[in-house]
């Protein structure tokens, strides 16, 4: 492609996946190179948010794009972040994941994610590990909030949630496209159980830090944070769904996946409970 006047960052944090060396060789593949691809190794397990926003420090570029050690871009892939963002002008641009794990791949399609561009919204921005920003928006993130990526999250997830909120309240166009990456991703019963509990405590975390800060539960629409009214029926649903559903099983191909999927239900709503109980956030 004719080269753009861009200088593009990659940061990629990795916890020592033998898969980085295939992420590697599939940026360096890419129709618009990277100008530059910064790995962030976490020997000390301190999280994604972390090692992103020590990424950050090091990086050069005005385009910021951020994957992971498990994810393997398409060839063309910042050449079409790059394209939607100076389209839409948008603040940043983000997609989602091709799962290689069936069990993993029947979860994600259960979401029902665009196959279209959407500009702000709910619920489809944000996956750090298939994003691109304008670098001025992070530094205004500095600015304004001290942080990029919140570092109280740890390895609890929701990180992502955090930054897309605070960035569509200063107005910033976001923008979703189907630039999907291949995600490598592979889950036990125990591991996938252990990852929704964690999920459920970054959901806490999340909750508990909106509260205090902006006054309101969390920054999109679903179920526990839509809105403030009818707040009794809104706990209903949720104790419905979360607590004695999903109830969907022919959403999935095996029974073992159904009902891992349910389980792991039941551990995000314990690590949330978990977490309100013990308010992580003073």
């Given amino acids: 492609m004719e080269k753009d006047q861009n200088f593009v960052s990659v940061i990629v944090p990795t916890i020592g996946r033998s898969s980085i060396e295939a992420t590697k060789t599939a940026l360096k593949k890419q129709t618009r190179l990277p100008d530059?691809?910064?790995?962030?190794?976490?020997?000390?397990?301190?999280g994604p948010s972390w090692a992103r926003n020590e990424g950050m420090k090091?990086?050069?570029?005005?385009?910021?794009?951020?994957?992971?050690?498990?994810?393997?871009?398409?060839?063309?892939?910042?050449?079409?972040?790059?394209?939607?963002?100076?389209?839409?002008?948008?603040?940043?641009?983000s997609s989602d994941f091709k799962e290689t794990d069936p069990?993993?791949?029947?979860?994600?399609?259960?979401?029902?994610?665009?196959d279209s561009v959407r500009i702000n919204p709910e619920g489809f921005v944000g996956n750090t590990g298939n994003v691109m920003y304008?670098?001025?928006c992070l530094d205004e993130c500095v600015r304004l909030d001290?942080?990029?990526?919140?570092?109280?999250?740890?390895?609890?997830?929701?990180?992502?949630?955090?930054?897309?909120?605070?960035?569509?309240?200063?107005?910033?166009?976001?923008?979703?496209?189907?630039?999907?990456?291949k995600h490598l991703k592979e889950m036990s019963l125990l591991h996938y159980?252990?990852?929704?509990?964690?999920?459920?405590?970054?959901?806490?975390?999340?909750?508990?830090?909106h509260k205090k800060t902006y006054g309101i539960g969390l920054p999109d629409q679903s179920l526990l944070w839509k809105r403030r009214e009818n707040s009794v029926l809104k706990f209903?649903?949720?104790l419905w769904k979360k607590i004695l559903g999903p109830f969907d099983y022919q959403s999935f191909s095996r029974k073992l996946y159904f009902t891992t999927f349910w389980a792991g239900e039941k551990a995000q709503?314990?690590?949330?409970?978990m977490c309100l109980i013990f308010k992580r956030i003073e």
């Fill in 36 to 46: 530059e691809i910064i790995i962030i190794e976490d020997v000390n397990q301190s």
């Fill in 58 to 93: 090091k990086a050069k570029g005005n385009l910021i794009a951020f994957t992971d050690d498990d994810c393997i871009p398409d060839n063309d892939w910042i050449e079409r972040f790059i394209k939607a963002i100076e389209v839409y002008n948008a603040s940043m641009v």
């Fill in 103 to 114: 069990f993993l791949d029947e979860i994600r399609q259960r979401r029902n994610f665009p």
């Fill in 134 to 136: 304008r670098q001025e």
């Fill in 146 to 181: 001290g942080i990029i990526f919140n570092p109280i999250y740890g390895a609890f997830a929701s990180e992502d949630i955090d930054l897309v909120f605070r960035l569509k309240k200063r107005g910033h166009t976001l923008v979703y496209i189907n630039n999907k990456v």
């Fill in 193 to 209: 159980l252990k990852h929704q509990l964690y999920r459920g405590i970054g959901i806490g975390i999340l909750y508990q830090l």
């Fill in 236 to 238: 209903i649903l949720l």
């Fill in 269 to 273: 709503a314990l690590g949330f409970t």
